[in-house]
């Protein structure tokens, strides 16, 4: 009885996870009661001896703490906020850090195995494919009816769910990750994929090119062809250096970035305007009441973090607090009559940034910890697919605060989780 007790709930949770992954890309509206059925699920389940041991088991601990312990700082850091209810609106934002550390590594290591957790990066790998299919079909049923190039570009080129689609910088890290997954499995990975599947993902990697393309978000663009670029030339020399491949595709991605970002499409020419605002005589360091600073320009980035580094230095040593960042971030906009940010609310734009704002040094060192301690070991042992998520990742979180949005907290917490479950799993012992 208790054996069929204890499959049943890990059907429940594993059925849990799947619709996280089908649905993630198309919408973050099913994540919260997602994460609230599987805590239920967990703690109905009980079982908690075994679910105790499987977490301290050998090299499961230290991972499990650098996983959990980012979100238990910014528990602490709610109970010394002065805004309690946004506090408490942030954990939730961030609830997934919580819950996956939970659950994976408590849970049953025959039941949760390889192929299984193989089976969630597929699913999420078509979801997106259809995801980024779906928007270019629906974009060019736009285009015939208006005849605008614009409903192939930006945000306009996201309509998944129609009245809040995604911002186009989450879809871009989502389409790069699934773009190298791709290429893990069917050029890395040892897994043995059904012919219709390997056609998918092969069909889906010039998809995920455009549609990052189409997104026209200036991170996304340049991380991706980062990491694009580094992982194939370790799929090229993996196994031996081959001098005359390596030149000859280096020359040809330099090429082909050169073209893309020279001859952009008229509707945006967004990359352009970036290296203009990176290059024009504004004197972002000197802003006053006189000074008008256009909100998604780089300068503007600019402007944020250095207001927000004077508040890191006025707030030591313990931060701000979990629920008071944003509105302190938004007097400061007021203050430099900085109305468009103050009005939009506008965040630090940049997690490390954003978590030391809240937990200074601490947060910081946690928001490290996190991708740093899985990232040494994916270098030891040589897993790339995990190593590239956390550098996409990082290089992400650079400009953007994506820990704040649930979008961006949700699919990195499912990821790291997984991701360093799967990674570690060989080395488990119960």
Request: glycine content about 4%.
């Amino acid at each position: 009885m208790g054996a069929q007790r204890s499959v049943i709930h890990f059907n429940i949770f594993y059925g849990l996870i799947v619709a996280a992954m089908a649905t993630l890309p198309f919408t973050i509206f099913f994540m919260l009661p997602i994460a609230l059925l599987m805590l239920t699920n967990f703690i109905l389940e009980g079982n908690w001896k075994q679910r105790y041991q499987n977490i301290i088991s050998s090299n499961s601990l230290l991972f499990f703490i650098a996983l959990s312990s980012l979100f238990l700082l910014y528990l602490i850091g709610v109970f010394y906020s002065s805004h309690f209810l946004n506090g408490l609106s942030n954990l939730e934002t961030k609830l997934w850090f919580f819950i996956m550390p939970l659950v994976i590594f408590s849970s049953d290591r025959e039941k949760l195995n390889r192929d299984r957790c193989h089976k969630l990066i597929f699913i999420f790998i078509i979801s997106c494919a259809i995801m980024a299919l779906g928007n270019i079909c629906y974009s060019f049923i736009q285009y015939i009816n208006t005849g605008s190039a614009y409903y192939f570009f930006y945000i306009r080129a996201t309509h998944f769910p129609y009245y809040y689609p995604m911002h186009p910088s989450y879809l871009a890290m989502y389409l790069t990750f699934s773009f190298i997954a791709a290429l893990y499995f069917v050029f890395i990975s040892n897994v043995i994929l059904r012919r219709w599947m390997k056609n998918v993902f092969i069909i889906s990697l010039p998809l995920f090119a455009i549609f990052i393309y189409l997104l026209q978000s200036k991170a996304g663009i340049l991380v991706f062809i980062f990491a694009f670029f580094f992982y194939i030339l370790y799929i090229i020399n993996r196994k031996k250096t081959i001098i005359w491949q390596t030149v000859l595709f280096t020359f040809l991605t330099f090429l082909v970035t050169f073209v893309l970002l020279r001859y952009e499409p008229g509707p945006m020419k967004r990359m352009g305007v970036a290296m203009h605002d990176i290059y024009s005589e504004m004197d972002i360091h000197n802003t006053d009441n006189n000074i008008e600073i256009k909100e998604g320009s780089i300068s503007s980035r600019i402007y944020i973090w250095n207001s927000s580094w004077k508040l890191i230095m006025q707030h030591l040593p313990w931060g701000m607090g979990t629920g008071d960042v944003n509105y302190v971030l938004q007097q400061k906009y007021l203050k430099d009559n900085q109305t468009e940010f103050y009005t939009r609310k506008l965040n630090a734009h940049n997690q490390y940034i954003q978590t030391t704002l809240s937990l200074v040094i601490f947060g910081l060192t946690a928001l490290i910890a996190f991708f740093l301690i899985p990232a040494t070991y994916c270098i030891k042992h040589k897993r790339t697919l995990y190593l590239a998520f956390i550098v996409i990742v990082l290089l992400h979180l650079l400009v953007e605060s994506m820990l704040e949005t649930g979008a961006g907290a949700n699919f990195i917490a499912i990821f790291s989780v997984l991701l360093c479950y799967n990674t570690i799993k060989d080395n488990l012992i119960n």
